[in-house]
C-alpha cells in the first residue's frame, strides 16, 4: 500500500539519451512535487503541480519537463541527458501544502 | 522564507530525550516551523510543525519560544532507527517547502 511510488528506483544511462520517471500517489492529494538531491546531499525544489497545473517552477533547465496527466501522477521526462543531472529526485505529494508524502527516491546516474 | 540555523550534527544516546535546535530569527508571523527528517537511502518523512503553541504528537514534541525566534524539537526516547538528517524549515504555506543542510543526528547504543 505505497502512498507515493515512484519508477524506477534505479536508473542508469548514458549523456544524452531521454529518460522518464515516474510518479503516482494513491492518496487523493491534490498536489504533487518533483525535487533533486544532488551528490551534497541538498534537497531542492524542482516543481509543484496543484490540481494538474504547474505552480511553482525552480528555473529547473527546459530539458525537464514535467507531466501531470491527472491529480495522482506527475512524471518527470528529462531530455539530453549531461553528467550533473545525475541525483536522486523524489516525487511528493501533499493534501496540506507544509505536509508532504515523499516516495523513496528515483536514483539517476549520467555516465 | 526565513532562513533557519541548525547545528550540523549532534549525538545522543540510545532511550535520552534528543533535543534539536533551530534559530529562525527572522520568522514572520504568518510562517510556520515544519520538521522533517531524512534517514539514510530513504524520503524525507514529515515530522510536526507549529505556528505558536507547543505541539505534539506520537513522533515528537515542538518547543516554540514566545518570540519564535527559535524552537526545539524534541525526540522524547531516542532510538537507534531515529538516526537521520533532521531538517526545521519556516514556511509560509505556500507550495515552495525548502530544504536547508539540516542537522545530523546519531543516536548511539
Known amino acids: 500500500d505505497t502512498a507515493v511510488s515512484q519508477t524506477p528506483k534505479y536508473l542508469v544511462t548514458q549523456m544524452g539519451n531521454d529518460k522518464s520517471i515516474k510518479c503516482e500517489q494513491n492518496?487523493?492529494?491534490?498536489?504533487m512535487y518533483w525535487y533533486k538531491q544532488d551528490s551534497k546531499k541538498f534537497l531542492k525544489i524542482m516543481f509543484s503541480?496543484?490540481?494538474?497545473?504547474?505552480?511553482i517552477n525552480e528555473t529547473v533547465p527546459n530539458r525537464f519537463s514535467p507531466k501531470s496527466p491527472d491529480k495522482a501522477h506527475l512524471n518527470l521526462h528529462i531530455n539530453s541527458l549531461e553528467l550533473g543531472d545525475s541525483a536522486v529526485y523524489f516525487c511528493a505529494s501533499s493534501l496540506h501544502t507544509g505536509e508532504l508524502f515523499f516516495g523513496e527516491g528515483s536514483r539517476l546516474t549520467v555516465l | 522564507d526565513a532562513k533557519t540555523t541548525q547545528p550540523t550534527s549532534m549525538d545522543c544516546a540510545e532511550g535520552r530525550a534528543a533535543n534539536l535546535p533551530c534559530n529562525h530569527s527572522?520568522?514572520?508571523?504568518?510562517?510556520?516551523v515544519y520538521w522533517y527528517r531524512q534517514i539514510h537511502s530513504q524520503g524525507p518523512q514529515y515530522i510536526i510543525h507549529?505556528?505558536?503553541n507547543n505541539e505534539t504528537n506520537e513522533m515528537a514534541s515542538l518547543i516554540i519560544t514566545e518570540d519564535r525566534k527559535s524552537s526545539t524539537l524534541i525526540l522524547p526516547h531516542a532510538t537507534l532507527r531515529d538516526t537521520a538528517v533532521y531538517y526545521c524549515?519556516?514556511?509560509?504555506?505556500?507550495?515552495?517547502?525548502?530544504f536547508g543542510a539540516g542537522t545530523t543526528v546519531t543516536v548511539r547504543a
Open positions: 524549515i519556516v514556511f509560509r504555506g505556500d507550495y515552495k517547502l525548502s
Open positions: 527572522t520568522i514572520s508571523g504568518n510562517e510556520y
Open positions: 503541480y496543484n490540481n494538474k497545473e504547474l505552480i
Open positions: 507549529g505556528l505558536k
Open positions: 492518496l487523493g492529494h491534490d498536489t
